[in-house]
């Protein structure tokens, strides 16, 4: 690997404990305005300093992120389709490589839709952007997208999404955990990291969703909704920050996020 695309990696994956907390904000590229990310800047302004980067479009980073801002970015540069269209796997990439350059994008972020009738076209935009990550030193991660079948989501399936995300060159690849998480971890030889879905029954299945993962060999978070659709956001990111760099069990993270309700 090259110093600049080394360089970038080390800022999402913290050298020393190799690991990462990313916030997920990208929802509104094709969800509009989520649930408690209808004022992005707001959401995140008590979650910036718990977090390693930040995922997000370049609409919000430029309207609703200072400038000043001291995390890395990791830019959603695939898009195009929506909840209310035909097909959510219709996307493509619509920020270019230049564009994620200007912004000082640590990463750039694409969706794959591996088994739908656009599988042809998101794997072939995922090979694009490596190209053009590889002329600039910018790394991709993959995102393994579902759509609205949340129930593809098993360690056959993913492993599949996984490896050929891999093997097609991405850096880092985002996926969900599930039974036999394990297994997509073995046979995928790049950084994998979890998305949290939608919002679970309790805060502590999300903790208990990040601990396995990591247990299992997930190299971080790139959580939104279980995070900041929680009523305790705060205590959230700051126990599961405790579960993947510190390495905490969940009844020790089910302890910080107690604590920091109290000091609410
Ligand atoms: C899809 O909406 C995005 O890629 C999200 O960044 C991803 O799903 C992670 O967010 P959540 O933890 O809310 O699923």
């Not at 959603?76 to 990439?93: D, F, T």
């Amino acid at each position: 690997m090259d110093w600049g695309m080394n360089n970038r990696m080390a800022k999402l994956f913290r050298p020393d404990t190799g690991r990462a907390v990313w916030l997920a904000i990208d929802h509104g590229y094709f969800l509009g305005p989520v649930s408690k990310l209808e004022d992005p800047g707001r959401t995140i302004k008590p979650l910036v300093e718990f977090t390693d980067a930040l995922m997000l479009t370049r609409g919000v980073l430029r309207n609703c992120v200072s400038a000043q801002i001291d995390i890395p970015v990791i830019l959603r540069v695939s898009g195009g389709n929506s909840i209310a269209g035909p097909a959510l796997s219709n996307e493509g990439i619509q920020t270019s490589m230049e564009e994620a350059i200007r912004l000082n994008a640590s990463a750039v972020a694409i969706s794959i839709y591996v088994g739908t009738e656009h599988e042809h076209e998101t794997l072939m935009a995922l090979g694009q952007l490596v190209n053009e990550g590889q002329r600039y030193g910018i790394p991709v991660l993959a995102v393994t997208a579902v759509g609205k079948e949340l129930e593809k989501r098993d360690a056959r399936y993913l492993g599949l999404c996984c490896r050929i995300a891999a093997e097609l060159g991405a850096q880092a690849v985002k996926t969900y955990y599930c039974e036999d998480f394990g297994k997509v971890v073995k046979a995928c030889p790049v950084p994998l990291v979890i998305a949290g879905g939608p919002k679970l029954k309790t805060e502590v299945d999300a903790l208990k969703l990040a601990h396995d993962a990591i247990k299992e060999g997930a190299r971080g978070v790139d959580m939104g909704r279980n995070i900041w659709q929680s009523d305790n956001a705060v205590g959230m990111i700051k126990a599961i920050r405790g579960i993947v760099h510190d390495g905490i069990a969940v009844k020790e993270a089910i302890k910080i996020l107690e604590g920091s309700k109290q000091k609410k």
